[in-house]
């Protein structure tokens, strides 16, 4: 069983209540680990201003996972994407060890401008 690094991005509609997006957040994690994907990391990016208009909305409930998964979960996570109607727009990209290494080295800060601030003082 052959598994890869990808991963998504999706926009949720801005309209959601907060438990509204948490809760359609997690509906995509369990399909995720139901189809056998390990989840590495989950963030929400929150609300962020769009750089045009989608379905007549300026801003959306931004969210990203980064999973490991064979290639026929990326296909099921899709048609999942394309049936709810709280998702706006969503990128699924498969992963190279350049971008694992980075992702792996984003996550622990390396690239934080505060961080390397209180380093010099």
Avoid: C
Avoid at 22 to 43: C, M, P, Q, R
Avoid at 72 to 96: G, H, K, N, P
């Amino acid at each position: 069983m052959m598994t890869n690094n990808y991963e998504t991005v999706f926009i949720l509609n801005p309209v959601l209540s907060e438990a509204q997006m948490k809760d359609t957040v997690e509906k995509f994690k369990g399909i995720l680990e139901t189809s056998g994907a390990k989840i590495v990391n989950s963030e929400n990016w929150g609300l962020k201003k769009l750089a045009y208009n989608i379905q007549h909305k300026t801003t959306g409930f931004y969210h990203l996972i980064e999973f490991d998964a064979e290639p026929t979960v990326v296909a099921s996570l899709e048609t999942e994407y394309r049936r709810d109607e709280a998702i706006m727009r969503f990128l699924t990209t498969a992963l190279d060890k350049h971008a694992v290494v980075y992702n792996e080295r984003r996550r622990k800060g390396a690239f934080r401008k505060d961080k390397k601030e209180e380093a010099k003082s």
